[in-house]
């Protein structure tokens, strides 16, 4: 059985660092590509960042470029969203999603729950 | 960047009724590399369709998706009551890559 579970979130102050997890499970992690995607209180989807399969090339958003770093270690099947200088406006459920293909670049047939981040003093 | 336009904002029908959402990109989508999902509160995303016109797996033939270029189409042909939602599509496929969500369509009663 599929699985994606997202682990880290909680409250952080504004300036401070968190660093979620996604440990993945049910199908071959090094294969696929995997992302990180975010949904602020109320609000629509906003894509973060992406990682190809081999953690070879990685891509963020311009919201949080040069703030987040994405990466995964394939012996562990898991996920990495390393958050630092955390804004207020960084408060969101953040998802793991499983790309379709190897490089980042498709849809996302499968997604994790979501770990809550808030960022407020 | 691709910025996707969704339409209406809210959608007021009744069960059994057809659902139409639009999706407008701001440019062409290669090869028609748009995909649509649904949302329930509480709930991850959920894949409906991919490439369009694809359904994912497992995903009632009520649901359709049309259209290309930069005008796609997500249709619901008979409201079932778990069809109550929030639906958002998102373009792929562009380089670096280029992602994007679309702001969402919320279908209530």
């Known amino acids: 059985q599929l699985q994606l579970m997202e682990s880290g979130g909680g409250v952080v102050q504004p300036g401070r660092s968190r660093r979620l997890s996604c440990e993945v499970s049910?199908?071959?992690?090094?294969?696929?590509?995997m992302h990180w995607v975010r949904q602020a209180p109320g609000k629509g989807l906003e894509w973060v960042a992406a990682i190809w399969y081999d953690g070879f090339n990685k891509f963020y958003s311009d919201s949080v470029k040069g703030r987040f770093t994405i990466s995964r270690d394939n012996s562990k099947n898991t996920l990495y969203l390393q958050m630092n200088t955390l804004r207020a406006e960084d408060t969101a459920i953040y998802y793991c999603?499983?790309?379709?293909?190897?490089?980042?670049?498709?849809?996302?047939?499968?997604w994790g729950q979501g770990t809550l981040v808030t960022v407020s003093s | 960047e691709i910025v996707l336009t969704q339409s209406p904002g809210t959608l007021s029908l009744s069960p059994g009724e057809r659902a139409t959402l639009s999706c407008r990109a701001s440019q062409s989508i290669i090869s028609d590399y748009l995909a649509w999902y649904q949302q329930k509160p509480g709930q991850a995303p959920r894949l409906l369709i991919f490439g369009a016109s694809s359904r994912a797996t497992g995903i009632p033939d009520r649901f359709s998706g049309s259209g290309s270029g930069t005008d796609f189409t997500l249709t619901i042909s008979r409201l079932e009551p778990e069809d109550f939602a929030v639906y958002y599509c998102q373009q792929y496929g562009s380089s670096p890559p280029g992602i994007s969500f679309g702001p969402g369509t919320k279908v209530d009663v």
């Open positions: 999603a499983r790309d379709e293909g190897g490089y980042g670049a498709e849809f996302f047939p499968h």
């Open positions: 049910g199908f071959t992690f090094n294969s696929y590509g």
